[in-house]
């Protein structure tokens, strides 16, 4: 079967493609260019049969990916589908099953079947903890255990798959010798840098890529390219390393697209506000155009509890700035496993900076929709604000506990309503003025 970009080059507009126009308000054509092209991916395994799909990149909205998963500590993933369910309800684009506890495959096949949203996996993940499980150690994993994994998540149907390929021997060098403050966070990226320097070989993600690609192609699967070494504190970014990894990606991403496998490239992570236009606008660059897919980025690291705050801040300017999709972070980022009260509170202020940033970018149905907020302020047009809220919920929830139902003006300011006021002497003056 081809792939949704192979079909795109032979001039094929698939049902999929169609979907994402309309949503994007779009001509179709357009979709399918960008498909061909690389600069938009329609995130859409063949197995995932309630997917409603969605594209990602170049003159799109900007999309919202929320990260769920079982750990060692919270096993159980009946709490991560209710926080499927939240998220998609909050408006996520897409989840993220980062599970590492008991029962993997159930979750994410549970996760899959739930999910109306792509559905994204990081398959080291699994292998890190089976090889753990089997044999003591992660260093103790072998490439099958690997690519046995990403085989399964693929047939699964995991729209999406973050394989750390861009770290290699080059890749650790820079890592270790100018050094960093804070090494490596990526848990993919820890367990790929361990692994290849206790067993003083190459990484087999990057050695045997194009039987990634094989698998990837199999199941019209997007491959993410994960940045391993991404920044976990200010003081890392835009190093050596990072931008070595991003070299290395931008090769890995033409040779995905040679083979028809749509690529997504993973970045940043923790960086002061004022390099991250240069950082998006590097990786445009290096990576020929293909979808961006941030953490964050985080441009403070002294928020803990406040991180969903840090991370809108950076996420409006690198979605302005050339980034296609952001991951969110939650409040309990850096912290703890997050609730659902955490997972909406994510996902909320990533709308809030991709929505900011469509603004910016000059997408009319972006600006079309605060306009008709405007409008329905205007009118003191109470249920048409909250119809119109990125969160209507908790619009509604403070509404009726601030103001007395009959309130025509909220209770900020009551009688002295600034929008009532003046509207009754603009109203006189137009009258007179006839």
Known sequence: MATQMQLARQGVITEAMRLVAAQEHLDP?????????????????????????????????????????TSSAYPDPEPELAKLRAAIEAGADS????????????????????????????PIYQATVETIKKRGAVVEMTKDDLFEVIRQQAADGADF???????????????????????????????????????DRENPLYEYYDEILEICAEYDVTIS???????????????????????????????????????MVEGPGHVPYNQIAANMQLQKRLCHGAPFYVLGPLVTDVAPGYDHI???????????????????????????????????????ATRIAAHAADIAKGLPQAIAWDREMAVARKNLDWPEQIRLALDPVKAQAYRDK???????????CGDYCAVKIVGQYLEAHRKNSI
């Open 29 to 69: 054509e357009v979709i399918r260019a960008g498909v061909a092209a690389g600069t938009i991916a329609v995130c859409c395994n063949i197995n995932h049969k309630n997917l409603i799909p969605r594209g990602v990149g170049q003159g799109l909205s900007v999309k919202v990916n929320a990260n769920i998963g």
């Open 95 to 122: 989840v993220m099953d980062l599970s590492t506890g008991d029962n993997i495959d159930a979750s994410r096949k549970a996760i899959i079947k739930a999910s109306t949203v792509m559905v994204g996996t990081v």
């Open 161 to 199: 798959m973050t394989i750390h390929c861009g770290i290699n021997r080059q890749v650790l060098h820079a890592l270790t010798s100018e050094g960093r403050v804070m090494d490596v966070v990526s848990r993919g990226g820890s367990f790929i840098t361990g692994w290849m320097l206790h067993n």
């Open 225 to 263: 390219l994960g940045d391993g070494l991404r920044p976990g504190c200010l003081a890392d970014a835009t190093d050596r390393a990072q931008i070595q990894e991003l070299l290395n990606l931008g090769e890995l991403t033409q040779r995905a697209w040679v083979r028809g496998v749509q690529v």
């Open 310 to 348: 840090t991370s809108a801040i950076g996420g409006t300017l690198a979605a302005v700035s050339g980034a296609d999709f952001l991951c969110y972070v939650t409040p309990a980022e850096h912290l703890g496993l997050p609730d659902i009260d955490d997972v909406r509170e994510g996902v909320i």
């Open 402 to 412: 601030k103001n007395k139902s009959e309130d025509e003006a909220c209770s900020m």
